[in-house]
């Protein structure tokens, strides 16, 4: 195999890898590249004057990092965290600036390549239904794996109160 071959390779995996895990009994997905890290879920400090979907923020190494329960954004039922319960640490871009955040998982499930055309675009569910946060519906099997594009989970508002959130631990260094 040539090192051409070889980097088109491993360009493609990259793109192709996605995170699976469990959310209120739903199999989701997001992509690896946006990954930093897994961590346990552990003890979080409480924001006062927050939406309710911001769980709280951590300490990691120094650095405030606000946490997101997704089952509470999406309103599904949330599940008490137990010892499979994670924290996904996650760098996205918003406004064309990176922000970590984690996100609470029932548990990590696994790490699949999926390729692009496996990949189907969100469906269209009428004007009053928001689906910008997913990026397509990968065809596993007989069924479907919702992939998130995390960037886009957060509205407008909610994304200045993360990134304030971020900025004020980013400030401090």
Known sequence: MSLEEIIDELSVTEQDQHLTFDLS???LAVPVMNIREIIRYG???KMPMVPNFIEGVINLRGNVVP???LAAKFGLDSKKADKRTCI????VDIADEPVVMGIVVDKVLQV???PHDNIEPAPTLGANIQTNFIKGMARIDDGFIIILDI???LSAAEI???SD????SSAEQ
């Open 25 to 27: 009994s739903e199999e």
């Open 151 to 153: 960037s886009q989970v």
């Open 160 to 162: 200045a109160i993360v």
């Open 67 to 69: 946490v997101i329960n």
């Open 165 to 168: 959130m971020h900025k004020g």
């Open 43 to 45: 003890k979080l400090t």
């Open 112 to 114: 699949i390549e999926i």
């Open 88 to 91: 996904i640490i996650m760098e």
